[in-house]
């Protein structure tokens, strides 16, 4: 189905006997294809706003529209088999098996079982689930496979709008980064348009095209792309959800591709180390990387080995740590670090040489906005893995 | 050959006739020596030779019971989807029939012999009775664990309360339902040994015809207790059969 997008009409909820609304004319929209994330702390209506798009919670004031059509105008039941839906608990039929859990919404929908079959066989391999898990129970499974399959079968009827609750909040974070990176590049190939809520704003401006936050009370804070929210807060409230450390979560929205690498001398084995040395002067990076005939590198020359008459096969200073082009900033700088290393020689996707990371690019980097004009979709970001 | 027998002069001698709760046409067929006419602890040889005469109560027992169950279980039931689709039956709901389970059975089989008459349908009305608040409660209860993840998610995927209902809540209500099923059922078991108050039959009637003789009440209460094991396993065998999902049992 066509991702359409959904469209927030000063959407008001106002439940019966509280004071203030816990949303509040939220107006937005979100585009086809695009994934928005409500974010924002406990009571701010991101969740409420989410499920008012699929009429879980029925819209007070105002309206919501899927394409063109105002959800108020559909019959519950049938809305819902459109919209795909992932919970945090993730909400498998403990009875059922992962087949029949997947099959969910296309038997509702009174699909034939040659039709059903197909689908549900297609859509473990879209979410990567061990086809020898088909006809076990979800209790048989460990959390990031149930999660794969809460996935899989909210994908199952081909929804063009999926609505996630903290889909990945009951996994542990080791599984979560996994499971976000699979989910990225399962959006790259379906292109759904896709309500993502969360409390976390790591993960916000990581899954994000756009993010909504909230405040208490239900109310809009700022609905912007990750870089512009992390360059531009609205106001203190955003500010300081965003946290302190947004100049280093910026890192995480650019990959190495998109800034100016630095050049080393490139020296080739059995050339003289004469040429290298005279190469060496006033280099940007003081260290001569030796390249093999594909151009990958073998490894940096040591002072010693520039004492010798020729660049030998094997330098004394491994290339290690290597950074591949579509590596995120905040990865490479992570591996700087770990390595306690000031360069990084750059590689594509090939393991050839591209540049060199310094840790002084990642310092002016931070502290300069140019690279924040640039917007990368949340989906083109992941393709690259 | 049996120390009891060594009490047989007393018994004969004090009454002069027959043992309390033996029948006096029972006592003229038999010498007042040896197991049966001492009413030893467990007359073999006799239980050997009379075991037809427990084979139609016997019978007719399981009878009572079943038609009690599974009555109760189809109207427990249908009070159950009700009263999920309509919340405010509840309470009166289990009120009523816990008020019906108090009414004890001998009266309650007395209040229905001028309505219904001797016979089947007067013992049953009452077991029927008792089994509603036990599987009504279970049930409840069974629907009450749901997982609130699996409603949700079935919701919000398009089920109607009734889909909701058939597909997810009951299915995984059911190891309370049968936890239920099998209490009401032991305990019809129990129960309908007085069924032969309101004329029914069932393992009651040897049971009060000849109640002084131990062997047959030790016969009669053995009966019903297989009986109620039995019924026990099967269900819990059916509630494996229809709950491979769940790996711990509870027996």
Not at chain 2, 207 to 216: A, D, R, V
Not at chain 2, 221 to 226: D, I, Q, R, S
Request: net charge negative; proline share 6%.
């Amino acid at each position: 189905m066509e991702a359409p997008p959904v469209a927030f009409r000063k959407a008001t909820k106002r439940y019966p006997g509280a004071e203030q609304p816990a949303l509040r004319e939220l107006d937005l929209e979100v585009s086809g294809g695009e994934i928005c994330v409500f974010v924002g702390p406990s009571g701010c209506g991101k969740t409420t706003a989410m499920r008012m798009v699929n009429r879980m919670v029925e819209i007070t004031e105002g309206d919501i529209l899927v394409g063109d059509t105002s959800v108020r105008e559909r019959s519950p039941s049938q809305l819902r088999r459109e919209i795909g839906y992932v919970i945090q608990q993730i909400g498998l039929f403990p009875h059922r098996t992962i087949a029949d859990n997947i099959a969910t919404v296309p038997r509702l929908s009174g699909w034939d079982r040659a039709r059903v079959d197909a689908r549900v066989e297609e859509l473990m391999g879209l979410a990567r689930i061990d086809p020898a898990l088909r006809d076990r129970y979800p209790a048989q499974l460990s959390g990031g496979q149930q999660q794969r399959v809460g996935v899989a079968r909210a994908l199952a009827a081909n929804p063009g709008v999926m609505l996630m609750d903290e889909p990945f909040g009951a996994v542990d974070p080791i599984n979560r980064e996994q499971l976000q990176n699979e989910f990225l590049r399962l959006q790259a190939e379906v292109r759904k348009t896709i309500l993502f809520v969360t409390h976390d704003i790591d993960e916000a401006i990581k899954m994000g095209d756009r993010i909504a936050i909230l405040r208490q009370g239900g109310v809009l804070a700022q609905y912007a792309t990750p870089a512009e929210l992390l360059m531009a807060p609205a106001d203190d409230f955003v500010e300081d959800f965003v946290g302190a450390d947004r100049a280093l979560k910026r890192l995480a929205l650019t990959r190495v591709r998109d800034i100016d690498l630095w050049e080393a001398p490139l020296a080739h084995v059995g050339q003289a180390t004469s040429e290298v040395r005279a190469k060496l002067d006033g280099a940007e990076v003081p260290y001569a990387l030796v390249i093999d005939s594909e151009r990958r590198p073998l490894g940096w020359l040591s002072d010693d080995d520039l004492l010798r008459e020729t660049v030998p096969a094997r330098p004394d200073t491994s290339p290690e740590p290597t950074v591949e082009l579509d590596d995120v900033m905040r990865d490479a700088l992570s591996d700087l670090l770990q390595a306690e290393t000031r360069y990084a020689p750059v590689v594509d996707a090939d393991g050839r040489i591209a540049g060199v990371l310094s840790v002084e690019i990642v310092s002016e980097f931070l502290t300069s906005d140019e690279a924040l004009t640039e917007e990368h979709s949340a989906a083109e970001r992941a393709i690259t893995e | 050959m049996n120390e009891l027998a060594l009490h047989v002069p007393a018994v004969a001698d004090t009454a002069g006739k027959c043992a309390p709760g033996l029948p006096s046409s029972f006592c003229h067929h038999h010498s007042l020596s040896g197991c049966v006419g001492g009413n030893g602890l467990f007359c073999f040889g006799w239980a050997v030779d009379n075991f037809d005469r427990y084979v139609t109560p016997f019978f007719r027992h399981l009878e009572i019971v079943g038609i009690s169950v599974v009555a109760g279980f189809v109207i427990a039931m249908a009070l159950v989807v009700l009263s999920h689709r309509y919340r405010a039956l509840a309470p009166p709901v289990l009120g009523f029939t816990g008020v019906l389970y108090t009414v004890p059975s001998v009266a309650f089989f007395f209040l229905l012999l001028p309505l219904t008459g001797f016979g089947l349908t007067t013992a049953v009305i009452p077991l029927t009775a008792y089994t509603l608040q036990i599987i009504y409660r279970n049930a409840l209860a069974g629907l009450a664990n749901v997982p609130p993840g699996a409603k949700d998610a079935g919701r919000g995927m398009g089920m109607t309360a009734q889909q909701l209902l058939w597909r997810v809540e009951l299915p995984l209500a059911t190891p309370e339902i049968i936890a239920g099923l099998r209490i009401a059922t032991v305990s019809t078991v129990a129960i309908a040994t007085l069924a032969f108050l309101a004329g029914a039959g069932g393992l009651g009637q040897p049971l009060y015809e000849q109640n002084g003789f131990k062997t047959n009440i030790i016969i009669v209460g053995a009966l019903a207790m297989g009986m109620a094991l039995a019924l026990d396993l099967v269900l819990v065998l059916i509630q494996r059969l229809v709950t491979p999902w769940r790996k711990a049992r509870t027996w």
